[in-house]
């Protein structure tokens, strides 16, 4: 509580250095609308689409700074619960998240143009603790067969996107812990026993366990054009451990949303990325 703004997908709305500058926000549809308003610069003509359950709505304090940043609307469609092409076959046909999914990925092929993204936030990991239960995520795991076979339905699924001109930006999975940080962050709750396991993980298992996810993004950048991946790991666990906890701060909310902190330290990673994959595929569709 002493520490709200820290760990909330909340952040300001303005720019330190433009007073005035801000991002207007509207709701159209269900989906979220972040533009650039007041700014001595416009804003610009590409637009950046996300898709993905709630791992999408904890970027939502990147995604306005990218917006204040670069003057590119942003439009959030949240399937929350619904990861998309989460490389995980049950996932990814279970009847009730398919039709979410295909639905939002329907409304932004209608409103996507050449030279706007798709950015792709979702959880792709089993998760290793629950926040409101102990242990890990009981699912089985998938077969090798079952990966590939989503491997394939992701690509038809996203074959329809690129068509409409949208470059694809996956997230490389991020760490995942085995304790909820939020509920065990003051003295008075530390001793919760689904605070036992600890806030530190081996950067060596996380590489392991996002292995296939990566081998999935390889095998669908082979079959579909402008499939790009950001990765924020490398800021999120810089060292041979990963830590929920930077010098105090918390960078994750629970086993595996990033907090508003954790937003703050990756804004600058992800607009680098942002603009030289709209750079590049430009280039690469204009003979540039």
Not at 5 to 12: F, I, L
Not at 82 to 87: I, Q, R, W
Not at 146 to 169: F, M
């Amino acid at each position: 509580m002493r520490n709200r703004g820290e760990w909330y997908a909340t952040s300001p709305d303005t720019s330190p250095q433009s007073p005035g500058c801000a991002v207007v926000t509207e709701t159209v549809e269900e989906a979220l609308f972040f533009t650039k308003g007041g700014c001595p610069a416009e804003g610009r003509s590409e637009t950046m689409f996300v898709l993905g359950d709630s791992h999408a709505g904890a970027y939502i304090p990147l995604l306005k700074r990218f917006t204040l940043e670069t003057g590119i609307r942003t439009v959030v469609v949240s399937t929350a619960g619904c990861p998309f092409v989460s490389l995980d076959l049950r996932h990814d046909t279970e009847p009730t998240c398919a039709h979410a999914t295909a639905a939002g990925a329907a409304y932004i092929a209608k409103l996507a143009k050449p030279r706007d993204l798709l950015f792709l936030p979702s959880l792709r990991l089993t998760r290793l603790s629950l926040q409101w239960a102990s242990g890990p995520d009981s699912s089985p795991q998938s077969s090798e067969q079952q990966r590939k076979q989503a491997v394939k339905n992701a690509i038809d699924q996203l074959t329809p996107l690129t068509k409409a001109g949208l470059s694809i930006v996956f997230e490389g999975p991020k760490p995942i812990f085995r304790a909820p940080a939020f509920r065990c962050s003051d003295w008075f709750n530390s001793m919760n026993p689904s605070c036992t396991n600890g806030f530190d993980i081996d950067r060596k298992l996380i590489e392991n366990l996002r292995s296939p996810i990566l081998k999935g993004y390889a095998e669908i950048s082979a079959a579909v054009p402008n499939v790009h991946v950001w990765d924020p790991l490398p800021t999120l666990c810089p060292q041979v451990t990963c830590s929920a906890f930077r010098n105090g701060h918390p960078l994750f909310f629970d086993g595996d949303h990033v907090t508003a902190y954790a937003n703050s330290l990756l804004v600058e990673d992800f607009v680098s990325k942002i603009e030289s994959t709209i750079s590049k595929d430009q280039a690469a569709r204009f003979g540039m």
